[in-house]
Structures are given as structure tokens and as C-alpha cells.
């Protein structure tokens, strides 16, 4: 009897063991055109950004340094910014809450505190939207100088 249920344990840890060709994804639900099998074509917002990267060069430990960032919707629905967030708390979004319709822009400012931080910093901020990708990451970066104490 033991035999029996050593076989039949091999056999299930077998069958598992070729779950990783397997694996489920949601991609089928994120994406509007999976909604509806006869839409040609899905109404969607696009972003645009004049640069996704801001490199403040250098600043003394303590500063806090802002970039703004112009991010313009070139799709044809209005986008939706459903939340920003920094890489750490030192890195700190605002954002629009209110939809930025077709052909408009507007600004996400990322404020960088460097209290405690020294060298080259590199600090992101993911927002997450109603476009497709529905990511988009913005860095911030530089180096940030201790001074000596004398």
C-alpha cells in the first residue's frame, strides 16, 4: 500500500512540475479590445511626454530640487491618471485627478527631497493610467554633494 502511495505522489509532483508553460495572465482583461470580439477599433488616450527623464546635475545633501514633467494625451479619449507613486518617500508626485481630455496637457511635478541621501541618485515615479501601456515611469536623477563639516 505505501508503494501505491509513493507512485501516486511522484505522479502528481510530475504533473505540477510543468506548470510554468501554464502560467495566466490577465493581459485578456486589461485590455479593452478583448471586450467586445467585433470592434475594429477601441476609442483610447495616448501619452506623449516632452522628456521622461530629469537630471538635476548636482545639489547639496538637504535641497530639495522639482521637476516638471508635460505629459500631453494624443489619443482620442480622455486619460485618466489613476495614481503616481515615488520610488521612495523622498520622492514625492502631484498629479492632475481630473481627466486630461483629448489633445490637452498638463504637468506632473516630482519634488526630490535629498535630506539623508548622498552620491548618485536615480528616483522614479510610476503612474498608473487608463492608456495602453497603462505604465508609464518618470526618472529623476543626480548627485547630491555632502558637504564637509568644518
Not at 8 to 32: G, H, R, Y
Not at 42 to 47: K, N
Not at 109 to 126: C, E, L
Amino acid at each position: 500500500m505505501k508503494i501505491i502511495n509513493i507512485v501516486f505522489a511522484l505522479i502528481i509532483l510530475a504533473s505540477c512540475a510543468n506548470n510554468e508553460e501554464q502560467k495566466i495572465t490577465t493581459d485578456l482583461v486589461k485590455s479593452p479590445f478583448s471586450a467586445d470580439k467585433n470592434a475594429k477599433e477601441v476609442a483610447m488616450p495616448r501619452i506623449e511626454l516632452d522628456t521622461d527623464v530629469y537630471d538635476f546635475t548636482e545639489i547639496t545633501q538637504g535641497e530639495s530640487v522639482s521637476a516638471e514633467f508635460v505629459l500631453k494625451n494624443i489619443g482620442d479619449a480622455p486619460l485618466l491618471i489613476r495614481s503616481a507613486k515615488g520610488s521612495c518617500g523622498c520622492t514625492v508626485p502631484q498629479w492632475p485627478k481630473e481627466p486630461i481630455l483629448e489633445g490637452e496637457d498638463t504637468i506632473i511635478r516630482v519634488t526630490f527631497n535629498s535630506a539623508g541621501k548622498k552620491g548618485n541618485q536615480n528616483k522614479t515615479v510610476t503612474l498608473v493610467t487608463n492608456a495602453i501601456p497603462s505604465t508609464k515611469v518618470l526618472t529623476i536623477k543626480g548627485n547630491v554633494i555632502v558637504l564637509e563639516k568644518q
